[in-house]
């Protein structure tokens, strides 16, 4: 309901040739923000910009970016953040380095990333692929090649791409900010 009145009253309402019929989706995104606390986590209910897409991989500017209006009960837990990109990560392919689906990460978008599948240091990057897509998952450097593969992956279903057709966009530093149930 939007003043009290129901989208269907709205729709009746509006003459079929001037206005299109309203859709809910393009009004509002009511989403629950979960942030995870040192001993407890809070919950919110906000609502995201209508054109953003949950179940595709992006990256941000500045954390609040995805909320339409300005999302103030964050603002206790991230108003003195000083990271300069954050990614959201829509599934578990980044798991179990980063344990919930639909989470919002802070990045760091310098280039250097670990050696070889045996490296105990395990990254979650955000990449460019050579078809201009973004893709997110564990990644790491053997030979002239980046390696990425994702926890929902069968065994040895990694993906090869030589290193001069990606780009790296910036890798998961730190730990979520928060997730969207």
């Given amino acids: 309901m939007i003043f009290h009145v129901s989208l269907e009253e709205m729709n009746r309402g509006c003459d079929g040739d001037t206005f299109d019929q309203i859709d809910a989706d393009e009004i509002l995104k009511p989403v629950v923000v979960q942030v995870h606390g040192n001993e407890r986590f809070f919950e919110y209910g906000l609502t995201i910009r209508s054109d953003i897409d949950l179940g595709s991989p992006a990256i941000y500017q500045h954390w609040e970016e995805m909320f339409r209006p300005w999302p103030a009960p964050l603002m206790r837990h991230f108003g003195r953040l000083k990271y300069q990109l954050f990614g959201w990560i829509p599934d578990r392919s980044a798991h179990p380095l980063v344990r919930n689906p639909r989470s919002l990460v802070p990045l760091d978008p310098h280039r250097s990333f670990s050696q070889g599948a045996e490296s105990i240091d395990k990254q979650v990057w955000f990449v460019y692929l050579p078809n201009?897509?973004?893709?997110?998952?564990?990644?790491?450097?053997?030979?002239?090649?980046?390696?990425?593969?994702?926890?929902e992956d069968s065994e040895g279903a990694a993906r090869r791409y030589p290193l001069s057709r990606v780009d790296l966009a910036g890798r998961v530093i730190g730990k979520t900010l928060f997730h969207i149930k």
Avoid: N
């Avoid at 897509?133 to 926890?151: M, N, Q």
């Fill in 132 to 151: 201009g897509k973004l893709d997110v998952g564990i990644a790491f450097r053997e030979g002239r090649s980046l390696v990425l593969s994702k926890a």
